[in-house]
C-alpha cells in the first residue's frame, strides 16, 4: 500500500538537488570543479593531447549536473540514479528531454536498482545546452549512443 | 508432581546440550571474529565479524533481549521490509534469515513485546509472541496521516519511559526556498513546512491509529532531518543529530568557496528538550565561526547571526554533509569503562562536497557525562567504505547506516549498500 502510494506520489515536492547556477556566470566555479582530477579520469578513451577538443555538453553538465550525478555518472545510491552504462541514458531522447525541462520525482528503477528523489525541472537551459548535455552523457561513461540533436529539443519543448 | 515433571525437563535439556556442545546457547562458547575484522579499523582489542551479508538495503537494526535481530530495508526485498535473524548455532553469526512485512522504510525498535516499525508515512507495530522470531501477528497502526515526501521521508523514532515514542519528521526541502533547491529563490517566511515537517513529534506509544495533525505532538521545531534520533535513559533526555542543509556554495558562489561549501554547516549533535527550536531554515551552524548563522535565503551575509541568536546551538558539531544516520547510547559491559554511557554516532557518509573528497562513512564515538559530550569526538570503526578516499558515494563497497546493542554488549552495525551487518565486540 505505502509502495503504492509512493508511486503515485509525484511532485509533491518540485524542486531537488540538482545543482544550479541559473543566470550566475560561474565560470570560475565551474573551471575549478573543471581541473579535478576524477573529472578528468572519467573516459579513458579520449585522446590525451592537449588539442582534443573537450565535449560541449561537458561544462554543462559539471555545471549542473554533477553534484547530484557526480563526476563519474554514478550518480548516489539510493538517491540519484547514474548515467552509466546501461542506464537511461539510451532512451528515447524526447524522453529525456521531458526529463530534463519538467523534472523527474518519485521512485525509480534503474538497472534494478531503486532510487528515490526528486530532480527538479532544468527549464532554464537553452535548447542548445540540453542537446550539447544529452549528447555528453550519451557519448561518455561508458555510453555509445547517438547524439542529440538540437531541432529534436526544439520540437519537443514546443509540444510539436 | 510438578517439580519432579520441571526436574525431569531441566535433565532433558541439560542432556540435549551436552550431546550436542556445538548447538548449545548457553555454554560458554567463544566467538571467533573475522580473520581482518570484517575489513574493519577499530581500537585495539576490539574485533569485528560479518553477522549477515547481502541481506538488503539495511538501515536500522533492532534486537530483541533473546539476541534476534531485526533489521528495517529501504525497499522491500523477498517480499519483506523487515530482515528477521537469528543465530542459531552461536557462532555469532546469522544463520536464520526470514524477510517479513509488507513496508518498507527506517525506523525500526523493539519495545514493550512488539517489533516496531517506521515506513516513510506510517508507523506500525508487530506484536512478538514468546520465542517467535518472525511475528505471526498483523501490523498495528500506531501513527498515521504522514504526508508522503520525496527527500528526507524516512521516519525514525525512538521511546521514552514514560510511554512516548519520539517521530522525526523531516522536512521536504533543503531550505524552505519558494523553488526548493534553486538559485536566487527567496526563503518562504514564516516556513509553512514547520508546521507539519521539519521537527520531532511526539505520540503515545501505545494507542492506536494516531494522526500526525490530530494527534501528534511537535515536541521540538527546527529540525531540517534528524535520522540519528535516541532517547537517552541515564540521562531522561531526547538526542538527535541533523543532516544539514545543501548547496550554500552553488547558490550564494559570491559568499561561500567550494571549499567553505564543503565544510558549511556542520552537522549538529542536538539535545532536544520540549519546545527546542534549533533554527531550520532560518538558520545554519558554523563551526568555526560557532553560531547560528542567518541563511542567505533569509537575508544572511554568511557571518551575521540576525534572528538567529535565539536559536539553540548544538552541543557538538561534525564535518558537514556526512549524514548521522544513528545514534546509540552504549549502556553495556563488554566495551571498556570509557565506553559507558557514551554515544556512537554512524556516519553514512557525504555525497555533495565536491569537488572536495567526500567525508564521513565511519561510526565515531562521543564520550558522556552529564547529558553532555565529555571529551572529543573519535572515529570508532573505520573502512567502510573500502577504498582510501571516496570521490563519488557508490564508490564505497559499504556505508554504515544503522546501530543497536546486542544483550552481550557487542555493537551491530548496518550497511545500506550492500546489505552488511557487522558486529563488533571488545576482547
Redesign the interface.
Known amino acids: 500500500?505505502?509502495?503504492i502510494?509512493?508511486q503515485l506520489?509525484f511532485s509533491?515536492?518540485?524542486?531537488?538537488?540538482?545543482?544550479?547556477?541559473?543566470?550566475?556566470n560561474?565560470n570560475?566555479?565551474a573551471e575549478?570543479?573543471r581541473s579535478?582530477p576524477?573529472v578528468k579520469e572519467i573516459s579513458g578513451n579520449r585522446p590525451a593531447e592537449p588539442a582534443a577538443k573537450e565535449h560541449p555538453g561537458k561544462a554543462v553538465y559539471i555545471k549542473y549536473c554533477?553534484?547530484?550525478h557526480?563526476?563519474?555518472g554514478?550518480?548516489?545510491?539510493?538517491?540519484?540514479p547514474?548515467l552509466k552504462k546501461g542506464s537511461w541514458v539510451g532512451k528515447d531522447p524526447k524522453e529525456l528531454v521531458l526529463i530534463i525541462t519538467k523534472g523527474l520525482?518519485?521512485k525509480v528503477e534503474v538497472n534494478g536498482e531503486?532510487y528515490?528523489?526528486?530532480m527538479?525541472p532544468q527549464a532554464q537551459l537553452t535548447d542548445k545546452e540540453i542537446a550539447d548535455v544529452l549528447s555528453y552523457v550519451r557519448s561518455d561513461f561508458g555510453n555509445s549512443f547517438k547524439p542529440v540533436d538540437v531541432e529534436l529539443v526544439k520540437k519537443v519543448r514546443s509540444g510539436k | 508432581m510438578k517439580k519432579i515433571l520441571f526436574l525431569m525437563i531441566t535433565m532433558v535439556f541439560i542432556g540435549s546440550c551436552q550431546s550436542n556442545p556445538n548447538k548449545n546457547s548457553n555454554s560458554v562458547m567463544v566467538i571467533a571474529p573475522d580473520k581482518d575484522n570484517a575489513g574493519l579499523k577499530l581500537p585495539d582489542g576490539f574485533s569485528a565479524l560479518i553477522y549477515a551479508d547481502k541481506i538488503g538495503?539495511a538501515r536500522h537494526i533492532a534486537i530483541n533481549t533473546n539476541g534476534d535481530v531485526y533489521v528495517s530495508l529501504?525497499?522491500?526485498k523477498n517480499g519483506g521490509g523487515i530482515v528477521c535473524l537469528r543465530d542459531e548455532n552461536k557462532d555469532g553469526r546469522a544463520d536464520v534469515i526470514k524477510y517479513h512485512g509488507?513496508?518498507?522504510?527506517t525506523g525500526i525498535k523493539i519495545h514493550n513485546g512488539y517489533i516496531y516499525f517506521g515506513?516513510?508515512?506510517?508507523v506500525v507495530r508487530y506484536k512478538l509472541a514468546e520465542g517467535e522470531l518472525v511475528p505471526a501477528a498483523a501490523p498495528e497502526v500506531i501513527a498515521k496521516g504522514f504526508?508522503?515526501?520525496?527527500?528526507h521521508?524516512t521516519k525514525p523514532f525512538t521511546f521514552d519511559q514514560n510511554g512516548n515514542m519520539y517521530v522525526t519528521v523531516g522536512a521536504?526541502?533543503?531550505a524552505c526556498?519558494v523553488?526548493?533547491?534553486?538559485?536566487?529563490s527567496p526563503g518562504i517566511d514564516p516556513c509553512p513546512i514547520l508546521e507539519q515537517h521539519g521537527g520531532i513529534w511526539r505520540f503515545k506509544a501505545d494507542v492506536l491509529n494516531q494522526d500526525q495533525a490530530k494527534d501528534g505532538y511537535r515536541y521540538a521545531t527546527g529540525i531540517r532531518n534528524a535520522v540519528a534520533i535516541s532517547w537517552n535513559d541515564v540521562e531522561n533526555s531526547l538526542f538527535a543529530l541533523q543532516h544539514g542543509r545543501d548547496?550554500l556554495?552553488?547558490?550564494y558562489?559570491e559568499m561561500y568557496t567550494?571549499e567553505q561549501s564543503a565544510q558549511l554547516p556542520a552537522e549538529e549533535f542536538l539535545s532536544v528538550k520540549e519546545k527546542s527550536d534549533f533554527g531550520w531554515p532560518y538558520c545554519y551552524y558554523d563551526p568555526m565561526l560557532k553560531l547560528k548563522v542567518l541563511a542567505p535565503e533569509y537575508g544572511g551575509d554568511g557571518k551575521k547571526p540576525g534572528r538567529c541568536s535565539n536559536a539553540e546551538n548544538p552541543i557538538m558539531a561534525f564535518p558537514a554533509h556526512t549524514a548521522p544516520n544513528d545514534l546509540l547510547f552504549y549502556t553495556g559491559s563488554m566495551f571498556p569503562e570509557k565506553y559507558k554511557n557514551g554515544a556512537f554516532i554512524a556516519f553514512h557518509g557525504s555525497?555533495?562536497r565536491?569537488?572536495l573528497p567526500q567525508e564521513g562513512y565511519y561510526v565515531a564515538f562521543v564520550p558522556f557525562k552529564g547529558g553532555v559530550p565529555s571529551g572529543d569526538w573519535e572515529i570508532f570503526a573505520n573502512g567502510f567504505a573500502g577504498i582510501g578516499e571516496v570521490?563519488?558515494?557508490?564508490?564505497a563497497k559499504h556505508?554504515p547506516c544503522g546501530l543497536a546493542q546486542a544483550p552481550d554488549g557487542s555493537l551491530f552495525v548496518s550497511d545500506?549498500?550492500n546489505g552488511r551487518i557487522y558486529r563488533i565486540s571488545y576482547k
Open positions: 500500500m505505502n509502495r502510494i509512493k506520489i509533491v515536492v518540485s524542486g531537488v538537488f540538482v545543482i544550479s547556477y541559473m543566470n550566475s560561474g570560475e566555479k575549478a570543479v579535478e576524477p554533477l553534484v547530484c557526480q563526476a563519474s554514478s550518480g548516489v545510491p539510493g538517491m540519484f547514474p520525482s518519485g531503486v528515490k528523489s526528486a527538479p | 538495503h529501504s525497499d522491500v509488507i513496508f518498507d522504510g515506513a516513510d508515512t506510517i504526508t508522503p515526501q520525496n527527500q521521508a521536504p526541502s533543503n526556498q523553488q526548493d533547491r534553486t538559485k536566487g548547496q556554495g552553488s547558490f558562489p567550494d555525497w555533495n565536491a569537488p570521490m563519488s558515494p557508490g564508490d556505508r545500506d549498500s
